[in-house]
């Protein structure tokens, strides 16, 4: 079979980080041989200082999951090729969610969050997602994590001027309503359905996403024939894309995906 030699990585972005929590990722593949792409989200192609100045913003505020999944539906659908799709977070979600439609030669999912159904009553899940929820607030509002609630959320364990810098080039508003969109049939998977081979990764300290819940939405797959496979990384946090251990979590992913044909 003969493989083109160059192979385009679509990286879909999590909630609440700015899209350029994709560079040294971009630069790491692109030195491989890839060609990379990051889409901001709708309403985000701003610097993450302009995106927090902004807050309240009910352009944020408004975008919800079946919107950006047919956004970055379109993006792959008008590649030449079936890009490898790397999502984070409801980034990792959505690649499920195009791997569903067929939409890419290759997945993977980092610290996703999980398809519709699949639940923790983990007490670090429930406090790190109340706030993004926004219950009791108007959802004509976007919602910006306090500095406190992006160290309980993101950056667990690193050490305090890590985090103010992570804040500080990173955080961004967000949309209550996509949050909650993720526990409907918006994030629905059939997880019996063909699909291209799935890499789903975890942190032992991620408290947006226990470790738990990537391993149950892992086992949901059992019930496919596809190639689905599951690697958890010891001491890795939600800001996993951006912790030092990031090339490691990187040249993993490349070992596999060469394992695919990639």
Same mark, same amino acid.
């Given at each position: ?14 909630? &609440? ?107 670090? &899940? ?9 219950? &009791? ?114 040249? &993993? ?10």
């Amino acid at each position: 079979m003969n493989l083109p030699s160059k192979r385009t990585i679509v990286f879909l972005t999590g909630a &609440f980080v700015h899209h350029s929590c994709w560079d040294d990722w971009r630069s790491y593949f692109e030195s491989k041989g890839y060609t990379t792409i990051a889409p901001p989200w709708p309403h985000k192609d701003a610097s993450p200082e302009e995106l927090r100045n902004s807050q309240p913003n009910r352009q944020i505020a408004a975008n919800r999951l079946p919107d950006l999944t047919r956004y970055y539906e379109e993006k792959v659908r008008a590649l030449p090729e079936k890009p490898i799709l790397i999502g984070h977070s409801i980034g990792g979600l959505i690649v499920q969610l195009l791997l569903q439609q067929g939409l890419g030669y290759a997945g993977v999912a980092i610290h996703s969050v999980p398809p519709q159904g699949i639940m923790t009553f983990k007490w670090s &899940f429930l406090k790190a997602g109340w706030g993004p929820l926004g219950f &009791f607030t108007s959802t004509k509002q976007s919602f910006l994590m306090s500095f406190d609630q992006w160290k309980y959320a993101f950056t667990n364990g690193m050490n305090d001027d890590a985090q103010k810098d992570a804040y500080y080039k990173q955080a961004i508003p967000e949309s209550k309503l996509i949050v909650r969109d993720t526990i409907t049939r918006a994030a629905r998977v059939n997880f019996s359905n063909p699909h291209a081979p799935l890499l789903l990764t975890s942190g032992s300290t991620d408290h947006t996403i226990p470790a738990s819940l990537n391993y149950s939405n892992y086992k949901k797959y059992r019930k496919s024939n596809s190639v689905t496979d599951y690697k958890a990384f010891e001491g890795r946090n939600h800001f996993v894309l951006g912790q030092p251990t990031w090339k490691e979590d990187a040249g &993993f992913i490349l070992d596999w995906l060469n394992r695919q044909g990639a």
